[in-house]
């Protein structure tokens, strides 16, 4: 059996953990 969604769970991670490295880069720009 093969999960059609598991792709789209992987690039979903993906989009959240580079989202949050850039949440944090720009949190190091503001004062």
Do not use: D, H, N, S
Request: hydrophobic letters at 50%.
């Amino acid at each position: 059996r093969r999960i059609p969604g598991y792709p789209l769970y992987l690039l979903l991670t993906f989009f959240i953990v580079i989202t949050a490295i850039i949440i944090k880069k720009k949190c190091k720009k503001l004062p």
